[in-house]
């Protein structure tokens, strides 16, 4: 269904459409840009992430090869075989019939079979319960303890207080 390759500055044209409101915006973002989400914005962020030499933002493509979502790798360390996954982004059309969790498999196998990786990590807010649902569809699960990811566990968007659960999926467990 979905392919991935490294991303283009041509792919950053396209990724604010795929933004609807500015909570979901605040859901994708965390806080690292500024609402609304520009093209000037992700290109500016890619070239900061093409710096390190542990990071790298892919482009999801549709079938017919047209960017249709996003991704970041980074934090990879070869030798703990752990990387984290971020800024997943997929076009609105793509969202809720069980896209999300195909792109979450083709993620796992990249990862574990071309990376050669064995733990998968991400964060994500527990009032955005579409993205918790589907990692938990696709193995993830919560971790206590783990390093964190953002410095507080709470943060502040839109006048509310959003908590962030960190998850991991690791190969061979369900």
């Given at each position: 269904?979905?392919?991935?390759?490294?991303?283009?500055?041509?792919?950053?044209?396209?990724?604010?459409?795929?933004?609807?409101?500015?909570?979901?915006?605040?859901?994708?973002?965390?806080?690292?840009?500024?609402?609304?989400l520009?093209?000037?914005?992700?290109?500016?962020?890619?070239e900061?992430?093409?710096?390190?030499q542990?990071?790298?933002?892919?482009?999801?493509?549709?079938?017919?090869?047209?960017?249709?979502?996003?991704?970041?790798?980074?934090?990879?360390?070869?030798?703990?075989?752990?990387?984290?996954?971020?800024?997943?982004?997929?076009?609105?059309?793509?969202?809720?019939?069980?896209?999300?969790?195909?792109?979450?498999?083709?993620?796992?196998?990249?990862?574990?079979?071309?990376?050669?990786?064995?733990?998968?990590?991400?964060?994500?807010?527990?009032?955005?319960?579409q993205?918790?649902?589907?990692?938990?569809?696709?193995?993830?699960?919560?971790?206590?303890?783990?390093?964190?990811?953002?410095p507080?566990?709470?943060?502040?968007?839109?006048g509310?207080?959003?908590?962030?659960?960190?998850?991991?999926?690791?190969?061979?467990?369900?």
């Amino acid at each position: 269904m979905f392919k991935l390759r490294p991303f283009k500055n041509s792919d950053a044209a396209c990724m604010p459409s795929w933004i609807i409101d500015e909570r979901e915006f605040y859901f994708w973002s965390a806080g690292k840009f500024t609402y609304p989400l520009t093209a000037d914005q992700i290109i500016a962020y890619a070239e900061v992430m093409a710096d390190e030499q542990t990071a790298w933002p892919m482009t999801v493509l549709a079938e017919n090869g047209s960017p249709t979502g996003h991704i970041l790798l980074r934090r990879a360390d070869y030798l703990q075989r752990s990387i984290h996954l971020g800024f997943v982004l997929l076009a609105p059309q793509y969202r809720g019939n069980g896209c999300g969790q195909a792109l979450l498999r083709m993620i796992k196998k990249y990862v574990q079979e071309i990376l050669g990786m064995q733990r998968l990590t991400l964060g994500v807010f527990t009032n955005n319960l579409q993205a918790v649902n589907c990692y938990k569809r696709e193995g993830f699960k919560a971790v206590d303890g783990m390093k964190v990811i953002f410095p507080l566990y709470n943060v502040e968007f839109l006048g509310e207080q959003w908590e962030i659960i960190e998850m991991e999926w690791l190969a061979g467990e369900r």
